[in-house]
Each structure stands twice: as structure tokens, then as C-alpha cells.
């Protein structure tokens, strides 16, 4: 098994005992094998996903207008600090929650790539497995964020859709009509890209080679870039 580092580590299996393998509902087929595991960032997913950034710059913001107003308002230091505090407690508030969001995320979400599939292991409180056969795949792609880190989402042949209420936030943004599912701020997620690009290639060739019983869906590409 060939595997690429991630950060955080990935859970102990006593976290999902019901599991046979972490991150998979069921044992791995004979002859399939796991090329990759990990999860995303927290703290990146919290940003892209969960918007804590832009959260954050609203309130401060919101701070500075409100005691910016006050001020010219003639309001005593007292009052201006009381609703100061109010302002700051909201935000800090709000920060903790969608931090704690992206944190809580992460944790439970495991990606995995085998020879054969991409599956994600998602849900907080209602854990939720999406399997996508290499044969469904018509192209994936690697976006990069800072740090090594990076997105790889994956776009389904013509026919194929899961909702995006279910993918997110494990989905590309905005596409909403076709949904792509989405491996999210996976560190070194160039080194994960030219793992998931190799086995997409082998999946073809072994198509081609008539290796598989059953027949090729459609063709399938994979781009270091976008």
C-alpha cells in the first residue's frame, strides 16, 4: 500500500467500531487496495467551508461602525463599551460555532482512494458513506489553495448526480444543478491528485485491456491543474 501523509491523522478504528476498515462500509473486495486515506485541514475547511474568516471580518466591521456611531452619537465610554462587548461577544460567538463546525468536520470525515473508487466518509452526527467508482468519474481536477494544501473535485459522466445538500460541504461550490463531489483542503494535495490521476489512468488501461468483466461506462481524465 503506497500511502501520502496527511495532517491531522486519521482516526483510531475504536472511533468507528462498526466499521471493518476505517473509512469503508465493508472490507475491501479481493484485489482492491487502498492507494490513499486521509481528511481534510480543519482549519482551512473551516475558512472555505464555514466562512469563519469572512465571519469574522464582518464583525470587526460591524465593531468599528458601531462604535464609530456611538461616538458620534454623543453615547457615554460606558455605553460605548457595553455595546462594544455585546458586538464582540456575538462574534466571538459565532466564530467559535463555525470554527467548532469545521473542526467537528474534519474529524469525522475520512477520503479514501483504492485502485478502483473514491469514498468519502462524511456526516458529524449521522455518519454517511459515498462511494464513486472510477468508471462514473468523467473528470478530476486539483485546485490549489496555500501550504500544499488543495481541493479535488471530481465531475460524474452524464446521468450520474448526488445531491448537493448530501456532498456539501464535501462539494465544489456553486454547482449546484450538476454536483461534484469534493476531496476538501487535503494536505499535499498535489502529491493525493497525481495519486488519484495514476489510478484513474491504470482504471482506463485495465478497461481497455478487457481486464474487468463488466464493460466501461465512458471515458475518464484526470488534470494535475486547474
Given at each position: 500500500?503506497?500511502?501520502?501523509?496527511?495532517?491531522?491523522?486519521?482516526?483510531?478504528?475504536?472511533?468507528?467500531?462498526?466499521?471493518?476498515?476505517?473509512?469503508?462500509?465493508?472490507?475491501?473486495?479481493?484485489?482492491?487496495?487502498?492507494?490513499?486515506?486521509?481528511?481534510?485541514?480543519?482549519?482551512?475547511?473551516?475558512?472555505?467551508?464555514?466562512?469563519?474568516?469572512?465571519?469574522?471580518?464582518?464583525?470587526?466591521?460591524?465593531?468599528?461602525?458601531?462604535?464609530?456611531?456611538?461616538?458620534?452619537?454623543?453615547?457615554?465610554?460606558?455605553?460605548?463599551?457595553?455595546?462594544?462587548?455585546?458586538?464582540?461577544?456575538?462574534?466571538?460567538?459565532?466564530?467559535?460555532?463555525?470554527?467548532?463546525?469545521?473542526?467537528?468536520?474534519?474529524?469525522?470525515?475520512?477520503?479514501?482512494?483504492?485502485?478502483?473508487?473514491?469514498?468519502?466518509?462524511?456526516?458529524?452526527?449521522?455518519?454517511?458513506v459515498i462511494t464513486v467508482p472510477f468508471n462514473l468519474i468523467a473528470i478530476a481536477?486539483?485546485?490549489?489553495?496555500?501550504?500544499?494544501?488543495?481541493?479535488?473535485?471530481?465531475?460524474?459522466?452524464?446521468?450520474?448526480?448526488?445531491?448537493?445538500?448530501?456532498?456539501?460541504?464535501?462539494?465544489?461550490?456553486?454547482?449546484?444543478?450538476?454536483?461534484?463531489?469534493?476531496?476538501?483542503?487535503?494536505?499535499?494535495?498535489?502529491?493525493?491528485?497525481?495519486?488519484?490521476?495514476?489510478?484513474?489512468?491504470?482504471?482506463?488501461?485495465?478497461?481497455?485491456?478487457?481486464?474487468?468483466?463488466?464493460?466501461?461506462?465512458?471515458?475518464?481524465?484526470?488534470?494535475?491543474?486547474?
Open positions: 500500500m503506497s500511502h501520502v501523509s496527511s495532517t491531522p491523522p486519521l482516526p483510531d478504528p475504536h472511533d468507528h467500531e462498526f466499521e471493518p476498515v476505517p473509512g469503508l462500509p465493508a472490507p475491501l473486495p479481493e484485489g482492491e487496495r487502498i492507494l490513499w486515506q486521509g481528511r481534510p485541514a480543519w482549519t482551512r475547511l473551516a475558512i472555505h467551508a464555514f466562512h469563519v474568516r469572512k465571519v469574522a471580518v464582518y464583525f470587526a466591521a460591524l465593531l468599528a461602525w458601531v462604535v464609530a456611531s456611538a461616538i458620534a452619537d454623543g453615547d457615554t465610554l460606558a455605553e460605548t463599551a457595553k455595546t462594544a462587548a455585546m458586538v464582540t461577544v456575538g462574534g466571538a460567538v459565532a466564530v467559535g460555532i463555525l470554527a467548532a463546525l469545521g473542526f467537528f468536520s474534519a474529524k469525522a470525515t475520512v477520503y479514501t482512494i483504492t485502485d478502483r473508487r473514491i469514498v468519502l466518509r462524511i456526516g458529524i452526527a449521522l455518519p454517511l481536477r486539483f485546485r490549489p489553495q496555500s501550504k500544499g494544501i488543495g481541493d479535488i473535485p471530481v465531475a460524474l459522466i452524464s446521468g450520474e448526480r448526488i445531491g448537493f445538500g448530501i456532498l456539501w460541504p464535501h462539494a465544489r461550490p456553486w454547482k449546484l444543478g450538476r454536483p461534484q463531489p469534493m476531496l476538501r483542503c487535503v494536505p499535499e494535495g498535489a502529491a493525493v491528485a497525481t495519486v488519484l490521476a495514476s489510478a484513474l489512468r491504470a482504471d482506463m488501461a485495465r478497461r481497455k485491456a478487457g481486464d474487468e468483466a463488466e464493460p466501461a461506462m465512458a471515458p475518464h481524465t484526470a488534470q494535475a491543474a486547474e
